[in-house]
Nanobody, 126 residues
């Protein structure tokens, strides 16, 4: 069993920054690709960014490229999402997810992730 706990969400003004953390317990963290997703009210859950199990490669949605960065510390079983230049459109619940590394590809669809956190709210005011 793998458990994920996110933290770091909150209220921030447009142009500000937040850093989300996700601590993973249970099975080997380093054998999972990790992803961040977000979901706004009335919208489907969307992929934000992901990172390989080794931390060597990452991929991000076009909407956050150049503003958000994912990283991981396998010694601490933690994945991070640094969010800069936040916009009101970034307001959503942010979810951390873990996917067993079945290939070198980083999954970008929710159904390919095996474990999920409970989410943390990010609100960006204009």
């Amino acid at each position: 069993q793998v458990q994920l706990v996110e933290s770091g969400g909150g209220l921030v003004q447009a142009g500000g920054s937040l850093r989300l953390s996700c601590v993973v317990s249970g099975r080997a963290f380093s054998s999972h690709h990790m992803g961040w997703f977000r979901q706004a009210p009335g919208d489907e859950r969307e992929f934000v960014t992901g990172i390989t199990s080794s931390g060597v490669r990452s991929v991000s949605a076009d909407s956050v490229k150049g503003r958000f960065a994912i990283s991981r510390d396998n010694a601490k079983n933690t994945v991070y999402l640094q969010m800069n230049s936040l916009e009101p459109e970034d307001t959503a619940i942010y979810f951390c997810a873990a996917s067993i590394a079945r290939s070198v590809l980083i999954p970008t669809t929710p159904r390919l992730y095996d474990y999920w956190g409970q989410g943390t709210q990010v609100t960006v005011s204009s």
